[in-house]
């Protein structure tokens, strides 16, 4: 596939810097523009208070606490935006370009936000700053050193059986280690290593090392890497296989503790094939330290997530440097974090795909967590 | 109206490209069969519809509490795409230009399920892009989205007014007190 006509990632950079300066931009003015509408709410309220002075200073609280955590909220997506555009921007300068374009110079930015987007700005580069410290970055000639293995080892088995009661740990091994299908534990158990890890989220490469036509992965002498293995901005997983077996021992006590009662559940909440359930990490006991994960540098936001995977995909088809990713403990840093597991039926019986912990809820999973706890019928 | 459960289960497989797109691109490979298959065609008609409604409606919401409905209304797009070609979804407001897609929209089958070189392509990859008349050569890696059109807050308030959909926290300030 050719590369982007119009210059190429550094070019790329710029544009991705740009608009996040204008969304932020737009988002503090928006924010604030409330804030003084609610003020003026307010005084209004005042200013005809009568006997109820009590009851409009409730009002006043509740508007200025609302105003405030618009605000703050907006203020944090921008933010970030803001800081890991630069960053990335900085990054890339930092390095001879490959193609030898220069990135020319940066228009300057008229801010109308005053004094509350000069604080904002010194968020911005303390988080920028934060996260060059937690930088890291691999090379592609060790992410083709990086160790993978697709097979679970005897003693890995029993220990994970072990988890679970004697009279469903031959079901639970046949749903989740004991079937050619799942990876659960190959691609997100404690035994992937951090170079695994950090080489499938950096290189896309398999750390079970299938070489089917959608894993395959190669380095070539010009180092360019070619791969299509599956994976975004994020690669996790559990640090311990107590942790990896705390969402399904969660979920099947739910169900009622039987094979059959997770069957049944599984059966009701499919899709058209799959059945994607999403267990948040209090439920399932999950505390800081189960889980571990790389994901590219500023990957919070989507927009500023997928400038980084074309970084990425730029990398990997020109051998360029390598991208930069963070470690990250998603149970500990999400702002709603959980574990999502995908079961398939497979032969008349349900097979667990993956399980993997996750920041925050995907949107249909979002939604599913708020049924879960409105206590509607596909209650957890 | 409110997305339904039913919408939400099918949906679901296709959220998890952060992590896992395989599920995502499994599914838009699967598009024939689950018309076809008497188990599953009605499920997928009806979630064939009720995409479009969204997409009409701005009424699914949007994706993680950070998106904006703008966002999430183009990421449906994306997905009415990878699922059923540049034909857009009866009554969208904003379709996008069919020449577009590939060259200035990028979506996540294409980022996904798109090999780079044609010589590595499946034969489902090959069905996907010579359905939408596209080869390996045509894609050009870019924005998925586009920028939010001008008159569509004004139009977010009325389908709101009007019951169509639910203000989502990111546009509270935009309430009606």
Same mark, same amino acid.
């Not at chain 1, 169900?255 to 599984?266: E, K």
């Not at chain 2, 797109?21 to 065609?41: H, L, T």
């Given at each position: 596939?050719?590369?982007?006509?119009?210059?190429?990632?550094?070019?790329? =950079? @710029?544009?991705?810097?740009?608009?996040?300066?204008?969304?932020?931009?737009?988002?503090? +003015?928006?924010?604030?523009?409330?804030?003084?509408r609610?003020?003026?709410?307010?005084?209004?309220?005042?200013?005809?208070?009568?006997?109820?002075?009590?009851?409009?200073?409730?009002?006043?609280?509740?508007?200025?606490?609302?105003?405030?955590?618009?605000?703050?909220e907006?203020l944090?997506?921008?933010?970030?935006?803001?800081?890991?555009?630069?960053?990335?921007?900085?990054? *890339?300068?930092?390095?001879?370009?490959?193609?030898g374009?220069s990135?020319?110079?940066?228009?300057?930015?008229?801010?109308? =936000?005053?004094?509350?987007?000069?604080?904002?700005?010194?968020?911005?580069?303390?988080?920028?700053?934060?996260?060059?410290? @937690?930088?890291?970055?691999?090379?592609?000639?060790?992410?083709?050193?990086?160790?993978? =293995? =697709?097979?679970?080892?005897? #003693?890995?088995?029993?220990?994970?059986?072990?988890l679970?009661?004697?009279?469903?740990?031959?079901?639970?091994?046949?749903?989740?280690?004991?079937?050619?299908?799942?990876?659960?534990?190959?691609? #997100?158990?404690?035994?992937?290593?951090? $170079? +695994?890890l950090?080489?499938?989220?950096?290189?896309?490469?398999d750390?079970?090392?299938?070489?089917?036509?959608?894993?395959?992965?190669?380095?070539?002498?010009?180092?360019?890497?070619?791969?299509?293995?599956?994976?975004? #901005?994020?690669?996790?997983?559990?640090?311990?296989? $107590?942790?990896?077996?705390?969402?399904?021992?969660?979920?099947?006590?739910?169900?009622?503790?039987?094979?059959?009662? @997770?069957?049944?559940?599984?059966?009701?909440?499919?899709?058209?094939?799959?059945?994607?359930?999403?267990v948040? +990490?209090?439920?399932?006991?999950?505390?800081?330290?189960?889980?571990?994960?790389?994901?590219? $540098?500023?990957t919070?936001?989507?927009?500023?997530?997928?400038?980084?995977?074309?970084?990425?995909?730029?990398?990997?088809? *020109?051998?360029?440097?390598?991208?930069?990713?963070?470690?990250?403990?998603?149970?500990?840093?999400?702002?709603?974090?959980?574990?999502?597991?995908?079961?398939?039926?497979?032969?008349?019986?349900?097979?667990?795909?993956?399980?993997?912990?996750?920041?925050?809820?995907?949107?249909?999973?979002?939604?599913?967590?708020?049924?879960?706890?409105?206590?509607?019928?596909?209650?957890? | 109206?409110?997305?339904?459960?039913?919408?939400?289960?099918?949906?679901?497989?296709?959220s998890?490209?952060?992590?896992?797109?395989?599920?995502?691109?499994?599914?838009?490979?699967?598009?024939?069969?689950?018309?076809?298959?008497?188990?599953?065609?009605?499920?997928?008609?009806?979630?064939?519809?009720?995409?479009?409604?969204?997409?009409?409606?701005?009424?699914?919401?949007?994706?993680?509490?950070?998106?904006?409905?703008?966002?999430?209304?183009?990421?449906?797009?994306?997905?009415?795409y990878?699922?059923?070609?540049p034909?857009?979804?009866?009554?969208?407001?904003?379709?996008?230009?069919?020449d577009d897609?590939?060259?200035?929209?990028?979506?996540?089958?294409?980022?996904?399920?798109?090999?780079?070189?044609?010589?590595?392509?499946?034969?489902?990859?090959?069905?996907?892009?010579?359905?939408?008349?596209?080869?390996?050569?045509?894609?050009?890696?870019?924005?998925?989205?586009?920028?939010?059109?001008?008159?569509?807050?004004?139009?977010?308030?009325?389908?709101?007014?009007?019951?169509?959909?639910?203000?989502?926290?990111?546009?509270?300030?935009?309430?009606?007190?």
């Amino acid at each position: 596939m050719a590369t982007d006509e119009t210059g190429g990632p550094i070019r790329r =950079s @710029l544009d991705g810097l740009l608009d996040a300066l204008l969304a932020y931009d737009r988002a503090s +003015a928006d924010v604030l523009a409330t804030t003084r509408r609610d003020a003026e709410r307010v005084a209004k309220a005042l200013s005809a208070a009568g006997p109820d002075g009590a009851a409009l200073a409730d009002q006043v609280m509740e508007l200025v606490a609302a105003g405030v955590a618009a605000a703050g909220e907006e203020l944090a997506v921008a933010t970030e935006a803001f800081a890991s555009e630069t960053g990335a921007l900085s990054d *890339l300068l930092a390095e001879p370009p490959a193609s030898g374009a220069s990135p020319g110079p940066v228009p300057a930015q008229a801010t109308t =936000s005053g004094e509350d987007a000069g604080q904002a700005e010194d968020e911005a580069v303390d988080d920028a700053l934060a996260d060059e410290e @937690l930088l890291e970055r691999q090379s592609s000639a060790d992410a083709e050193r990086a160790p993978t =293995s =697709s097979t679970v080892p005897d #003693h890995v088995r029993e220990a994970y059986g072990a988890l679970f009661d004697a009279a469903i740990r031959d079901d639970i091994m046949a749903m989740v280690v004991t079937n050619d299908a799942g990876h659960a534990i190959q691609l #997100h158990g404690p035994d992937v290593s951090d $170079e +695994a890890l950090k080489a499938r989220v950096s290189w896309k490469k398999d750390p079970m090392g299938r070489t089917d036509p959608k894993n395959d992965w190669r380095r070539d002498p010009d180092g360019s890497v070619h791969s299509k293995h599956g994976v975004g #901005h994020v690669a996790g997983k559990f640090t311990s296989l $107590e942790a990896l077996a705390k969402p399904l021992r969660t979920l099947l006590d739910h169900c009622g503790g039987t094979i059959a009662d @997770l069957h049944d559940y599984l059966e009701r909440n499919r899709g058209l094939r799959d059945a994607m359930i999403f267990v948040p +990490a209090e439920d399932a006991n999950l505390v800081p330290g189960d889980t571990t994960a790389y994901r590219g $540098e500023g990957t919070q936001a989507e927009e500023t997530a997928e400038q980084w995977r074309m970084q990425r995909r730029d990398a990997m088809e *020109l051998g360029g440097e390598p991208v930069p990713i963070v470690r990250t403990d998603p149970i500990a840093r999400g702002m709603d974090p959980g574990v999502t597991m995908i079961f398939r039926k497979i032969d008349r019986t349900w097979v667990m795909i993956t399980c993997y912990p996750e920041a925050e809820p995907r949107p249909s999973s979002s939604r599913w967590e708020e049924r879960i706890r409105d206590g509607s019928d596909a209650r957890l | 109206m409110e997305a339904t459960r039913d919408y939400d289960r099918v949906m679901s497989s296709f959220s998890t490209t952060d992590a896992e797109p395989d599920f995502y691109v499994e599914g838009c490979e699967s598009v024939e069969r689950w018309e076809n298959d008497s188990e599953s065609k009605d499920r997928f008609a009806a979630f064939r519809d009720e995409l479009a409604a969204h997409i009409r409606d701005s009424s699914d919401r949007p994706l993680g509490r950070r998106e904006s409905q703008w966002r999430n209304d183009e990421w449906l797009r994306n997905l009415w795409y990878d699922l059923f070609g540049p034909e857009p979804a009866p009554g969208d407001p904003y379709p996008v230009p069919p020449d577009d897609w590939g060259r200035r929209r990028y979506t996540p089958y294409m980022e996904y399920g798109v090999s780079d070189r044609a010589e590595d392509g499946t034969e489902p990859e090959r069905a996907w892009l010579a359905a939408r008349g596209l080869t390996h050569g045509d894609l050009r890696p870019g924005a998925s989205t586009r920028p939010q059109p001008e008159d569509y807050q004004e139009r977010l308030e009325r389908l709101t007014r009007e019951g169509a959909r639910q203000a989502v926290p990111s546009e509270r300030w935009s309430e009606p007190s």
